[in-house]
């Protein structure tokens, strides 16, 4: 189990991202993220490189903080890269026995595997700058229509918060117990793959009931404090759209129709 994982966690310092509406947030990595489709040529990815750039430099979240958490997709972008870069017929550049690469190819697997970094790092700059506590009053406050159609939004908006919070402490519960077990002599570098499956059966059995355990917890401390799933429960910062937050939805607008344009211009 790799340590030093990122994703989902909050970066907490004060920068304009930062100081953002939870909602203009969701709305924008929503935009963003259908934008990473909207385009098929180079020039694309060109513009979201500086749009995305300009948003981590605005957020003072270290460059270096957020590359630690691309190493836990590693193996799903060499995976995704190399079946298109090899198995994408067209144009070959390069054969070798039964072995062969296209144009095509190469060009189909380095759109995806920026497509996959821009996707995580896209998605992973919400939790960063949001917290817990905002993002379920933001999702709650987007999805507050769907009342009329008894769906309990507000239930769910506490799904993904807790969900989004209990990833970085699953984590930490799951190194501490690999240090424990370490310290008891077990191995999880190296041997075979029935070997490493052996040895996370250690891993996964205290890390379920350790799981269960701050499950249980957690739902007594709301009963506790009386919580009923009510959408009217009293905010003590309720949500209010400041102007920046307004201006943020026509820029937002600009930005589809120039990724729409830019990104279907002839070039490659």
């Not at 509406?21 to 513009?47: E, H, Q, T």
Request: overall charge positive.
């Amino acid at each position: 189990m790799p340590k030093g994982l990122t994703i989902g966690s909050y970066y907490p310092v004060d920068s304009p991202i930062h100081r953002l509406d939870p909602r203009v947030k969701l709305v924008a990595v929503l935009v963003f993220l259908v934008s990473l489709f909207l385009f098929d040529n180079f020039i694309g990815y060109i513009v979201v490189t500086v749009f995305l750039g300009a948003v981590i430099i605005l957020s003072k979240v270290p460059l270096k903080y957020i590359l630690k958490g691309m190493k836990f997709i590693l193996f799903l972008l060499f995976f995704t890269a190399f079946f298109n870069l090899f198995f994408t017929h067209g144009e070959v550049v390069f054969s070798w026995k039964f072995i062969s690469i296209t144009k095509q190819g190469i060009r189909l697997a380095a759109f995806i595997a920026l497509r996959l970094i821009y996707l995580v790092i896209g998605s992973s700059m919400l939790t960063y700058t949001t917290t817990p506590g905002q993002l379920t009053d933001g999702i709650e406050s987007l999805l507050g229509w769907l009342i009329f159609f008894r769906v309990p939004v507000h239930d769910f908006a506490t799904m993904m918060s807790l969900a989004l919070r209990f990833i970085p402490i699953l984590m930490m519960e799951a190194n501490r117990i690999i240090d424990a077990q370490t310290a008891r002599g077990a191995r999880f570098d190296g041997g075979g793959l029935i070997r490493k499956i052996k040895s996370y059966v250690s891993l996964i059995v205290p890390l379920f009931v350790s799981a269960t355990g701050r499950a249980y917890e957690l739902g007594l401390a709301m009963e506790s404090r009386c919580y009923n799933g009510s959408s009217n429960r009293t905010k003590l910062k309720p949500l209010k759209h400041r102007l920046c937050d307004v201006m943020m939805y026509p820029m937002m607008v600009g930005y589809i129709f120039l990724i729409v344009y830019l990104g279907r211009l002839p070039i490659w």
